[in-house]
């Protein structure tokens, strides 16, 4: 069967393949006596539980502001910073923090978010969401030049009781000077050529208290330790368009990619004269794994929308119902 060559034995290669495939047939059978080291079945990702406003009352109280229902499942809570006036390239930005809360079917809440947060308030922010329980999985910029210097922190957390988060959360926006009140309710008109931006992404908009916004659902299944994590817990591209007179806007937003996508993601925003901000993850441990891509970019509105609308299209993204 061998033959000998500098002390060592070899094997003939048909025997070999015959060996390892008797060796792998436990494996791949399955079952038997040999199948215990069989890698044992995936367990189902746990799915969000169907809520409805009032089931979020409490969280709502603690804080101290109502959020808004989303995918049926997300409860939505935003802290506008109204005090903090950013602008950057000569457009006044008015930004702010979230935090979306589901429920699951295993009876634990999740919480995931994104905090606006000045420079000299970043290290106080992080400390506060740590000693509250919860997770920062990322610290970036959104914007380019621009004053004040602004971070974001995206932050993560569960537990049984959504009560502990939301207290979690409260503290940490208690170390900075994000208002403790809503701001006003206010719906001015869109000043931008709405239809033709709208034909050119082949999407609905939203008004944001005067500010167009669009957001596309990523195609796959997201999950993140196991649970299944609906797109209005951050997994999708936004995009705003700021409007600034005679049809032109400012553009920003993010991109959700995934790693194969990333290159022709940015090489479409750079084609259609779309700076870069940043590229970065959210989260740490989402499956798969997501990449976003911040931009900015000031210039007629509809010829935005047709250079974003490339960028969106080298996505497996489709627009949010």
């Given at each position: 069967?061998?033959?000998?060559?500098?002390?060592?034995?070899?094997?003939?290669?048909?025997?070999?393949?015959?060996?390892?495939a008797?060796?792998?047939?436990?494996?791949?059978?399955?079952?038997?006596?040999?199948?215990?080291?069989?890698?044992?079945?995936?367990?189902?990702?746990?799915?969000?539980?169907?809520?409805?406003?009032?089931?979020?009352?409490?969280?709502?109280?603690?804080?101290?502001?109502?959020?808004?229902?989303?995918?049926?499942?997300?409860?939505?809570?935003?802290?506008?910073?109204?005090?903090?006036?950013?602008?950057?390239?000569?457009?006044?930005?008015?930004?702010g923090?979230?935090a979306?809360?589901?429920?699951?079917?295993?009876?634990?809440t999740l919480?995931?978010?994104?905090?606006?947060?000045?420079?000299?308030e970043?290290?106080h922010?992080?400390?506060?969401?740590?000693?509250?329980g919860?997770?920062?999985t990322?610290?970036?910029?959104?914007?380019?030049a621009?004053?004040?210097?602004?971070?974001?922190?995206?932050?993560?957390?569960?537990?049984?009781?959504?009560?502990?988060?939301?207290r979690?959360?409260s503290?940490?926006?208690?170390?900075?000077?994000?208002?403790?009140?809503?701001?006003?309710?206010?719906?001015?008109?869109?000043?931008?050529?709405?239809?033709?931006?709208e034909?050119a992404?082949n999407?609905?908009?939203?008004?944001?208290?005067?500010?167009?916004?669009?957001?596309?659902?990523?195609?796959?299944?997201?999950?993140?330790?196991?649970?299944?994590?609906?797109?209005?817990?951050?997994?999708?591209?936004l995009?705003s368009?700021?409007?600034?007179?005679?049809?032109?806007?400012?553009?920003?937003?993010?991109?959700?990619?995934?790693?194969?996508?990333?290159?022709n993601?940015l090489?479409?925003?750079?084609?259609?004269?779309?700076?870069?901000?940043?590229?970065?993850?959210?989260?740490?441990?989402?499956?798969?794994?997501l990449?976003?891509?911040?931009?900015w970019?000031?210039?007629?509105?509809?010829?935005?929308?047709?250079?974003?609308?490339?960028?969106?299209?080298?996505?497996?993204?489709?627009?949010?119902?």
């Amino acid at each position: 069967m061998a033959v000998q060559d500098n002390g060592d034995v070899r094997v003939d290669p048909s025997r070999r393949r015959l060996l390892m495939a008797a060796a792998a047939a436990p494996v791949l059978a399955g079952a038997g006596p040999g199948a215990a080291s069989a890698e044992p079945a995936r367990l189902q990702p746990v799915m969000p539980s169907s809520t409805v406003e009032s089931d979020w009352s409490k969280v709502a109280e603690i804080l101290g502001r109502a959020g808004t229902m989303a995918d049926d499942s997300v409860y939505r809570v935003r802290f506008a910073r109204q005090d903090l006036p950013v602008i950057t390239y000569g457009v006044t930005l008015f930004l702010g923090s979230y935090a979306a809360f589901a429920r699951y079917d295993d009876g634990r809440t999740l919480v995931m978010g994104s905090m606006a947060v000045t420079e000299t308030e970043l290290q106080h922010a992080t400390d506060a969401l740590h000693a509250g329980g919860l997770e920062v999985t990322a610290v970036h910029k959104h914007l380019l030049a621009h004053e004040p210097a602004m971070w974001w922190t995206h932050f993560h957390g569960h537990a049984e009781d959504p009560v502990d988060l939301a207290r979690s959360v409260s503290a940490a926006l208690a170390v900075t000077t994000t208002p403790s009140a809503p701001p006003a309710a206010s719906q001015p008109r869109v000043d931008l050529d709405v239809p033709a931006i709208e034909d050119a992404l082949n999407a609905r908009g939203v008004n944001d208290s005067g500010i167009l916004r669009f957001t596309f659902n990523r195609g796959e299944t997201i999950t993140d330790h196991g649970r299944v994590l609906p797109p209005a817990t951050g997994m999708t591209t936004l995009l705003s368009f700021y409007p600034l007179g005679d049809r032109r806007a400012a553009v920003n937003g993010d991109l959700a990619m995934t790693a194969g996508e990333v290159r022709n993601v940015l090489t479409a925003l750079r084609r259609g004269g779309i700076d870069i901000v940043e590229l970065h993850n959210h989260g740490l441990t989402e499956e798969p794994r997501l990449f976003f891509a911040h931009f900015w970019a000031i210039g007629d509105g509809v010829t935005l929308a047709r250079a974003l609308r490339a960028a969106v299209d080298a996505t497996n993204t489709g627009p949010a119902a």
